[in-house]
């Protein structure tokens, strides 16, 4: 940036300056004629044949795996376009034969509704394709995203953070146009189980549906969540987001002796910011090395619960260490032996909230 030197006020100071009549210039994504328009919209069906995912990388993985920087590539300059098919979609060994996984047909049925207040809705589907994510950075403004690296790294993240018993990778192609040449362009999408039912914090804000749960039911449920946690845990992967919205109270299809409807179960979702501990370079983790979980009570043994407040008790609420009394209780003695034996010395809290009341 040019500047126009003006003479000092005193003698023996430096100039000063005043900047120039040109304003700064920053970077703004340029026009994309080439950008074609998003195709994802309800009635959109293409068809789709599985496809085996490269191992994960990027954030918090320390190893790249496959993926190469073009020092050619300039994204300050370049079109979105430009910039996805700069980067070919990393490829593996596909392991998964045509004959025992056909192809078939992915169809939008419905739209997302956008903005605020508009509570959760069920997805079974990512696609992760870079040419419709944002091109600029979302962590600083006027700066251009490797929206290419960001799509790479996403979906086997994804993958590797969930069973793929509910989830499996897939691939379709669209047709793209790229210095007035036609091709074809390879698009990656995860599929995933389609789990009906309520979130516990959906119940919670029902009164009606809340009333069906008895205190004992609701602290039962609670533990199959905290034990989910910790196996998850023990087979690699962290979810780091447990909250009363991400577990869906799944309805079982038949009901017990006597007409009885047995509980829900529930069902651990959103493993956007999870983790997969198993492939850092360090191996294991000393928790995985045991051959049971580590117990919940010790996982959990100070966590308050508060997303999941008018689910447990309210009593909990004043005293942290009514809460470990049922940790104890419900984990110690026989049930310890379904997981890895404490390991650190768990004293029980003397805190306890005290609630005053005025008078006038």
Same mark, same amino acid.
């Given at each position: 940036?040019?500047?126009t030197?003006?003479?000092?006020?005193?003698?023996g100071?430096?100039?000063?300056?005043?900047?120039?009549?040109?304003?700064?210039?920053f970077?703004?994504?340029?026009?994309?004629?080439?950008?074609?328009?998003?195709?994802?919209? /309800?009635d959109?069906? /293409?068809?789709?044949? +599985?496809?085996?995912?490269?191992?994960?990388?990027?954030?918090? &993985?320390?190893?790249?795996?496959?993926?190469?920087?073009?020092?050619?590539l !300039?994204l300050?300059?370049?079109?979105?376009?430009?910039?996805?098919?700069? &980067?070919?979609?990393?490829e593996?060994?596909?392991?998964?034969?045509?004959?025992s996984?056909?192809p078939? *047909?992915?169809?939008?049925?419905k739209?997302?509704?956008?903005?605020?207040g508009?509570?959760? =809705?069920l997805v079974?589907?990512?696609i992760?394709?870079?040419?419709y994510?944002p091109?600029?950075?979302?962590?600083?403004?006027?700066?251009?995203?490797?929206?290419?690296w960001?799509?790479?790294c996403?979906?086997?993240i994804?993958l590797?953070?969930v069973?793929?018993?509910y989830f499996?990778?897939?691939?379709?192609?669209?047709?793209?146009?790229?210095m007035?040449?036609? =091709?074809?362009?390879s @698009?990656?999408?995860v599929?995933?189980d389609? @789990?009906?039912?309520?979130? @516990?914090?959906? /119940?919670?804000?029902?009164?009606?549906?809340?009333?069906?749960?008895?205190?004992?039911?609701?602290?039962? @449920?609670?533990?199959?969540?905290?034990?989910s946690?910790? +196996?998850?845990? !023990?087979?690699g992967?962290?979810?780091?987001?447990?909250?009363?919205?991400?577990?869906?109270?799944?309805?079982?299809?038949?009901?017990?002796?006597?007409?009885k409807?047995?509980?829900?179960?529930?069902?651990i979702?959103?493993?956007?910011t999870?983790?997969c501990?198993?492939?850092?370079?360090?191996?294991k +983790?000393p928790?995985q090395?045991?051959e049971?979980p580590?117990?919940?009570?010790?996982f959990?043994?100070?966590?308050?619960?508060a997303?999941?407040?008018?689910?447990?008790?309210?009593?909990?609420?004043?005293s942290?260490?009514?809460?470990?009394q049922?940790?104890?209780?419900?984990?110690?003695?026989?049930a310890?032996?379904? &997981?890895?034996? /404490?390991?650190?010395?768990?004293?029980?809290a003397? &805190? =306890?909230?005290?609630? *005053? *009341?005025?008078?006038?």
């Open positions: 940036m040019s500047s030197p003006i003479s000092p006020a005193v003698p100071m430096d100039p000063r300056f005043a900047p120039s009549s040109q304003p700064p210039k970077w703004s994504p340029p026009p994309g004629p080439e950008k074609p328009a998003c195709p994802y919209q /309800v959109f069906a /293409v068809k789709i044949k +599985r496809h085996t995912p490269p191992p994960p990388f990027g954030d918090p &993985y320390r190893d790249p795996g496959a993926w190469r920087e073009r020092s050619d !300039h300050h300059s370049a079109t979105q376009t430009e910039a996805v098919l700069a &980067y070919l979609p990393l593996r060994e596909n392991i998964l034969s045509a004959s996984c056909p078939t *047909t992915l169809t939008i049925l739209a997302l509704a956008m903005a605020n508009r509570g959760a =809705q079974v589907c990512s992760f394709d870079p040419i994510y091109f600029e950075a979302p962590e600083v403004t006027h700066v251009p995203d490797n929206v290419a960001r799509a790479g996403a979906r086997p994804t590797a953070c069973p793929q018993k499996g990778s897939w691939t379709f192609t669209l047709p793209i146009s790229h007035r040449r036609k =091709q074809q362009w @698009i990656r999408l599929l995933m389609n @789990i009906w039912g309520r979130s @516990i914090q959906s /119940v919670c804000c029902d009164p009606a549906a809340l009333s069906c749960y008895s205190e004992p039911d609701r602290l039962d @449920i609670l533990a199959v969540v905290l034990d946690v910790v +196996r998850h845990r !023990h087979a992967v962290d979810q780091r987001d447990l909250a009363s919205r991400d577990a869906i109270l799944r309805p079982h299809s038949s009901a017990l002796a006597g007409n409807q047995p509980l829900p179960q529930p069902v979702i959103d493993y956007i999870a983790v501990i198993r492939p850092f370079r360090d191996g +983790r928790f090395l045991k049971l580590e117990n919940n009570m010790q959990f043994w100070n966590t308050s619960f997303d999941f407040q008018g689910w447990t008790l309210s009593k909990w609420d004043a942290a260490n009514l809460r470990q049922w940790f104890k209780e419900r984990l110690g003695g026989n310890a032996s379904q &997981y890895a034996p /404490v390991t650190a010395k768990l004293e029980f003397d &805190y =306890q909230r005290l609630s *005053t *009341t005025c008078t006038s």
